[in-house]
């Protein structure tokens, strides 16, 4: 399995917007929600990809966003190597 260059970047565009990514493994579609956390996520509008997501979850692979701390330690790393 190889992920696209294309797909990355859809997938880092939705994290930036807040949302949560899934990664079909075998045909490579992507899907995606916010964060249930925020305070503007309302499941009525998401529950059929959720629910598509939960019913396959063994063949997505899964993003969310990185916290301001670790985003902080990647660029760290990066720095010093």
Request: with cysteine; charged share 35%; aromatic share 12%.
């Amino acid at each position: 399995m190889k992920i696209s260059e294309k797909d990355i970047v859809e997938i880092a565009e939705l994290l930036n917007c807040g949302m949560i990514c899934y990664y079909h493994r075998t045909n490579g579609s992507i899907e995606s929600y916010p964060d249930p956390e925020s305070d503007f996520f309302d499941p009525k509008l998401w529950q059929d990809v959720i629910d598509k997501v939960k019913k396959d979850k063994k063949n997505y692979l899964d993003f969310e966003k990185i916290d301001s701390n670790g985003a902080f330690e990647m660029m760290e790393n990066f720095a010093q190597s």
